[in-house]
């Protein structure tokens, strides 16, 4: 995999993106909060969304839309996120799609909406459309670090990293920009995502490969187990470079794209509202992927968990209790071993022999922890990144519509 190390946060240009931002006044006066995105005709767009019951209007347009033609914009606000909103929502997620289509002179159904924050208000789309004629006049190569910024709502810092990597003498890039803090256990992906790249692949490729990417990425975070209703990541190839991606160099792209998924997801979770500490859960030794997964989500979902590491309190137990409660078939406790970072907890169903108070809590004073769990009954190995949970998690959702 492509090391974070490798993503840089100096040129996030891609050839074939435009974007531009401006303040729509959707819940916030004189801030930010609307972004508009032009693809080269000819890019190829890949997407995936969230699975809740309950999808925001502008997600079922999307996907519609997606179905229909070749998008050629997105849009998208912060501030109103257009879910449980009914028949009107549908109405209201079409009016901006029709309201872009106007000024660029494309189909309705060449435009994406996309949108973020309080669920259950009506979409004021008539603030939105009359913004859009600014927008587009506007549009230029180099906003990633605007558009990044306009799309955030509880976020504390803007989400954007790109990747250039030499493949035969030619250069690819990647750029890609999320936003999430709260409201995090994606089932698909997580609250907001837009990735390009100017390699030329076809859309079957680029759908394969953006899904490979979030199922270990996207899908394995969780801040507070919360899936939202408005989740979706979009991957846009406009094909302005050089490098077509084939059975040659597939196996490269993906890593790439898994490299840039993977640091924008831990981005989400470093983000986490109140967190204080990174915790990556390593599940390994499992019967399956899926087991795995089980057994890392339960310790990655506990509050009981997460508070101890916001005490950085090696209150081991806790960590213990919620392997034993994930569900796993046949558990055999003896051969379970449970460590912090390199300080083994448990062993042989208890408190490992070599452990010492002390040697836990030089863990526990960390910002970033791995809790790795050997399952030792077959191969299969997965990783979740969580948060801790502070008394700002609680404060920030209490005041969220204040």
């Avoid at 502008?58 to 009914?86: C, D, F, M, Q």
């Avoid at 990556?280 to 989500?297: L, T, W």
Wanted: aromatic share 6%; hydrophobic share 40%.
């Amino acid at each position: 995999m492509i090391e974070s190390s490798a993503l840089q946060e100096l040129s996030y240009m891609i050839d074939g993106i435009r974007l531009n931002t401006v303040a729509a006044n959707i819940r916030y006066p004189a801030r930010e909060d609307l972004v508009l995105i032009e693809l080269a005709e000819g890019t190829n767009v890949a997407a995936v969304f969230t699975r809740n019951a309950f999808c925001a209007a502008p997600v079922r347009i999307a996907k519609k839309h997606l179905k229909e033609a070749s998008p050629r914009y997105l849009l998208i606000n912060s501030g109103n996120a257009n879910a449980g909103t009914g028949a009107a929502g549908i109405d209201a997620a079409v009016a901006c799609c029709s309201g872009v289509a106007n000024v660029v002179q494309c189909a309705t159904k060449e435009v994406l909406p996309f949108s973020t924050g309080v669920i259950g208000e009506a979409l004021p789309f008539d603030k939105i459309n009359v913004c859009v004629d600014e927008l587009s006049q506007g549009l230029d190569a180099q906003l990633w670090g605007k558009a990044a910024t306009a799309i955030m709502t509880t976020d504390t810092v803007a989400k954007l990293f790109s990747v250039s990597v030499e493949i035969d003498g030619q250069t690819l890039n990647l750029t890609g920009m999320a936003k999430g803090s709260g409201m995090i256990r994606p089932d698909m992906a997580t609250m907001l995502s837009y990735i390009a790249t100017d390699a030329k692949i076809d859309s079957d490729k680029l759908q394969s490969c953006l899904q490979y990417a979030v199922d270990r990425s996207f899908n394995r975070i969780t801040v507070d187990g919360d899936t939202s209703t408005n989740d979706a990541v979009v991957l846009m190839a406009t094909g302005k470079s050089t490098i077509n991606i084939d059975e040659q160099n597939i196996e490269l792209f993906q890593d790439i794209l898994n490299g840039l998924c993977e640091t924008l997801a831990k981005a989400i979770v470093r983000d986490g509202e109140g967190a204080t500490k990174l915790i990556n859960v390593v599940v390994e030794n499992g019967i399956d992927e899926s087991e795995c997964a089980n057994v890392a989500y339960a310790i990655a979902h506990s509050p009981l968990v997460k508070t101890a590491f916001f005490a950085s309190d090696p209150n081991w137990g806790r960590i213990l209790a919620a392997v034993g409660y994930a569900g796993v078939d046949d558990f055999d406790i003896d051969k379970v071993e449970i460590y912090l970072d390199d300080v083994c907890l448990v062993q042989q169903g208890g408190k490992a022999q070599s452990y010492s108070e002390a040697e836990g809590q030089r863990v526990m004073d960390k910002s970033e922890i791995t809790v790795r769990v050997n399952l030792q009954r077959g191969q299969a190995k997965t990783t979740v990144w969580t948060c801790d949970l502070s008394y700002d998690y609680v404060k920030i959702n209490a005041e969220y519509r204040t």
